[in-house]
C-alpha cells in the first residue's frame, strides 16, 4: 500500500465491556488495548457478583469491577468476553442484541457455521462482513495458525501432527499461581496440595486435563485444537492429530509440529515464507542454537518459529518440521480478541 | 516359566568399576546394584584427578573416590562407564583388554557395526553372544524402544515421530542443581546467571542444546535418538524423526510418539501388548485423566506408557499415537546398565 498523505481521521473513542476482567485475559486485553493506543472511550469491568467492587488498573487510574448483568451492555460498543464458555452463551447474544461487536474468547460458538472464527493474520477477510459475533479461537489454534498459514497459502498442508508444551496461564491466573506457589513448596520441602489443576505441577508436566472423548481418546483441548485449526484455515479435509501437554512454564504456549504439504518443499521455502509472514518473528540460529523459548515468547505479540527442517521420516520431502512459542495470553487470547476489534472499528 | 525346585547356585561375588562415579548416573548404578541384589565384591568408584579422595556412599559405608589411570581395571570383572565419550574411547578398550565386561553408557561405540545397543527386554538376545563392550543407549531411545518392541514385533513399525519432553539430569547432576538453583532464584526475584545449560532453565524449555547438523537442521540428540531406535528395534529401514526439547523437569523424560504401522492397528491391541510387556507399567485411565507423568515415572524402573489411541490424521488406521515417561536415570542409563550386566554374568 503506498504512504498516504491524507490525516487519518481521528476515530470516535469507543466505549468497551470486558466480562471475565479479574481473570488473567481480562488484564491482558485492558493491558493491550493501552498499549496499541486503541481509542477507548468508557471501559466497563465485569465479572461475577462475588469479585463486584474490587479494583482494577485501568486507564485512567483504578476502575471497580462490576457485577454482570443483564444490562451490562448499554451503551457499549464493544464487548470482549473472557469468562468461559456457559457465561459467553448466556451473555454473548445479549450484548450483540443490545449493539455490541462481540469477541467471544470462549469455545462457545467457535465451531457454529455462522460464527467466523477469526486470526486477522490469517483469515481477517471474514471481518469485512461486518459481523457482530466473532469467536477468538482456542490459544495453540491461533498460535499454530498464525505459522501454518504462510505455508498452506504456497503449498496446501495435507496433515499436521503437533504435540504442545501448554502453559499454566491457558487455565487460568489461579493456575499460574499455582505453578509459582506448588514450585515454591517443592523447594522448601513442603507438602502442597493442588487445587487448580488435578495433578502437581511443580517441576512435573502432564497431559492436558480437559475430559477424555470415550469414542476417540482425544481430549478436549486436543478435539477442539484439531477442528478450529481446519476451519481457521478454511481446510475441512486436513488431516490432523494434537498431543496437548502441560509443562510447568507460565504464560507461553510451545508446540512440535510435522507438517506435510501437497507438493514437495524446502525449508528454505518455509523460512522465506515465515519471515515475511505478519505476526511471525524467526528464532531459527542453527549456529547459536538458538530457538523458539517460552520465556521469549512471553509478553512478546510475535509467534516465534524455528526449527525449521526437512523431516527426515518423509522420504517424499513432502513434509516440514517446526517449532513455535507463542504468548498464550496475547496471541492465544487478548491480542488476537484486541486485533480483531480493532479490525471491526476501523 | 515352570517353579524350579532345584536351589539357585550362589553367584560369586564380581568387582565392579565405575568410571564417572561422582555423577548423576554413578550414584544411581551403585544404588540400583544394591537395590536389586547384585553380587557385588569390591566396588572402585573412579572419577577425574580432582575428585580423588572424595567419599561417596557405597554397600558398606563411605567409600573414596580414586583417580581414573590405565590400571584401574586390574582384578575388576564388570566396568561401568559413566562419564561421557571421548574418556570411554580412551580407558573401555584398556578395560575390555583388562578382561573387565565393559557397559558403556556414552555414545562413543554406540553405532559401531560390533558392538551390540542393548535394551535388555529388547534385543537382550545379543548378549548370548557373551560381548564384552555393550553400548548403553541414550536415554530417550531406551525408553522408546521398551514400549515401542513389542508393537513391532507384532505389527512392524514402519513410521515413527516423536516430540520429547527431556529433564534436567540428562544434562547432568549440574543441570539438576542449576533447575533448582535458577528457579529459586526466579521466584525470589533473584537474577541468576546459567552456567551449566545455554539457556534460562527456570519456568523454560528449549531445544534440546546439541549442535545442529547444517545438513540436516538435526540436532545431535534428535540424531543419536534416531539412528539408535533403528539399531536396537534392528529396523534399519524406519522412517523417524525426533524434536527433542528440554523441560524444567528433574529426572524423567516423557515424550510423545506418533507410531505408523505396517497393518492396521487398534489401541486395544497396542494396550494389551503393553500390558504384557517386560519393563512397560500402563497408566492409561481415561476416565480418570490419568497419564504418564514425569513425577510419578522418577525413581521407577518401568516406563510408563499410556495416552494410546488411533491417530486421527491416519484415515488408513495404520497408526497409533501414545504418550510415554520413564526415569532417565534409570532405564534411561544406571538401571539398563545393571540389567545388562546382571544378564551377562548370570
Request: with cysteine; net charge negative.
Amino acid at each position: 500500500m503506498p504512504a498516504s498523505p491524507a490525516a487519518t481521521p481521528t476515530p470516535r473513542p469507543l466505549n468497551v465491556a470486558i466480562v471475565g476482567a479479574t481473570g488473567a485475559v481480562g488484564a491482558e486485553l485492558i493491558a493491550c488495548m493501552q498499549r496499541r493506543g486503541f481509542p477507548l472511550g468508557v471501559l466497563r469491568l465485569l465479572a461475577s457478583p462475588r469479585s463486584a467492587g474490587r479494583l482494577l488498573d485501568g486507564p485512567h487510574g483504578p476502575l471497580a469491577v462490576e457485577a454482570l448483568g443483564e444490562n451490562s451492555f448499554e451503551g457499549m460498543d464493544v464487548a470482549f468476553f473472557a469468562a468461559g464458555a456457559s457465561i459467553s452463551r448466556q451473555f454473548a447474544p445479549l450484548a450483540a442484541a443490545q449493539g455490541c461487536i462481540v469477541v467471544d474468547n470462549s469455545s462457545a460458538f467457535r465451531m457454529e457455521d455462522d460464527t467466523p472464527l477469526v486470526v486477522p493474520e490469517v483469515n481477517g477477510a471474514l471481518l469485512d462482513g461486518r459481523p457482530r459475533l466473532i469467536a477468538n479461537p482456542n490459544c495453540v489454534a491461533a498460535i499454530a495458525t498464525v505459522a501454518l498459514a504462510p505455508i498452506h497459502a504456497r503449498n496446501p498442508v495435507v496433515r499436521l501432527i503437533g504435540a504442545t508444551y501448554q502453559a499454566a496461564s491457558g487455565a487460568g491466573a489461579a493456575a499460574m499461581a499455582e505453578l509459582e506457589a506448588s514450585t515454591a513448596a517443592h523447594l522448601a520441602g513442603e507438602p502442597f496440595e493442588p487445587k487448580v489443576l488435578p495433578h502437581p505441577y511443580a517441576f512435573n508436566l502432564f497431559s492436558h486435563n480437559t475430559a477424555i472423548d470415550p469414542e476417540t481418546g482425544y481430549n478436549g483441548e486436543e478435539t477442539k485444537v484439531m477442528a478450529e485449526v481446519r476451519k481457521i484455515l478454511g481446510a475441512p479435509d486436513l488431516r490432523v492429530s494434537f498431543t496437548c501437554v502441560r509443562v510447568p512454564v507460565p504464560r507461553a504456549h510451545s508446540m512440535a509440529l510435522t507438517i506435510e504439504c501437497e507438493r514437495p518443499v524446502t525449508p528454505a521455502e518455509v523460512e522465506a515464507w515465515l519471515a515475511d509472514a505478519p505476526g511471525v518473528r524467526l528464532v531459527n540460529d542453527a549456529a547459536a542454537n538458538r530457538f523458539p523459548m517460552p520465556i521469549e515468547a512471553s509478553g512478546r505479540d510475535e509467534v516465534l518459529a524455528g526449527r525449521i527442517r526437512s523431516d527426515l521420516s518423509d522420504p517424499d520431502g513432502r513434509t516440514i518440521s517446526l517449532f513455535l512459542a507463542g504468548d498464550q495470553l496475547l496471541k492465544g487470547a487478548a491480542l488476537n480478541a484486541v486485533q480483531i476489534a480493532e479490525a471491526l472499528v476501523n
